[in-house]
Antibody, heavy 115, light 107 residues
Framework: EVQVLESGGGVIQPGGSLRLSCAAS????????MNWVRQAPGKGLEWVSAISGSGGSTYYADSVKGRFTISRDNSKNTLYLQMNSLRAEDTAVYYCAKANAFDIWGQGTMVTVSS | DIQMTQSPSSLSASVGDRVTITCRASQGISNYLAWIQQKPGKAPKSLIY???SLQSGVPSKFSGSASGTDFTLTISSLQPEDFATYYCQQYSSYPLTFGGGTKVEIK
């Protein structure tokens, strides 16, 4: 079964750091770009970041550029999102999604930035 | 950045109704358009990619079409399990962008 499973969310103070992980299974992980998408409480979907299958190309939304870093370990079939200098407006459920048409989504992991 | 304008933002419909949701791209995106369904408290689910291709396992009551920069999602006969929020999403170029969503509610 093709699936992705996020982990690493939690409650963090403003200015803090957190690393999210997304474990993939059931497909050739290195063949696909991967994405992070977030959803603030009661709001719509917002694309955050993407990475190519090889990891050689990365892309970011302006709202997170310079603070978040996407990476992947194809030997472990795992996608990461390192989040630094967190702000209250980063509070959201973070989803990882397979490929640029987002054909497979995880269940999400909640990140709450609050003092 | 490519803006995706989705309409309506909400609609009320009855079981058995035919429902149409539209999405307009601010510039050409070819057919790099996906439709996503999200039920309350649940993760999003992909319905359609390439503007009109159904994802595996998605029932044929869902269909998508394209005309230039205008895209349409149609549900042929609305069922109770279809009440949800629907988003369009372009993947023609970065940053990837979503429409604002259409909440389909029970009349």
């Amino acid at each position: 079964e093709v699936q992705v499973l996020e982990s690493g969310g939690g409650v963090i103070q403003p200015g803090g750091s957190l690393r999210l992980s997304c474990a993939a299974s059931g497909f050739i992980f290195s063949s696909y770009p991967m994405n992070w998408v977030r959803q603030a409480p009661g709001k719509g979907l917002e694309w955050v970041s993407a990475i190519s299958g090889s990891g050689g190309s990365t892309y970011y939304a302006d709202s997170v550029k310079g603070r978040f870093t996407i990476s992947r370990d194809n030997s472990k079939n795992t996608l990461y999102l390192q989040m630094n200098s967190l702000r209250a407006e980063d509070t959201a459920v973070y989803y990882c999604a397979k490929a640029n048409a987002f054909d497979i989504w995880g269940q999400g992991t909640m990140v709450t930035v609050s003092s | 950045d490519i803006q995706m304008t989705q309409s309506p933002s909400s609609l009320s419909a009855s079981v058995g109704d035919r429902v149409t949701i539209t999405c307009r791209a601010s510039q050409g995106i070819s057919n790099y358009l996906a439709w996503i369904q999200q039920k309350p408290g649940k993760a999003p689910k992909s319905l359609i990619y390439g503007a009109s291709s159904l994802q595996s396992g998605v029932p044929s009551k869902f269909s998508g079409s394209a005309s230039g920069t205008d895209f349409t999602l149609t549900i042929s006969s609305l069922q109770p399990e279809d009440f949800a929020t629907y988003y369009c999403q372009q993947y023609s170029s970065y940053p990837l962008t979503f429409g604002g969503g259409t909440k389909v509610e029970i009349k």
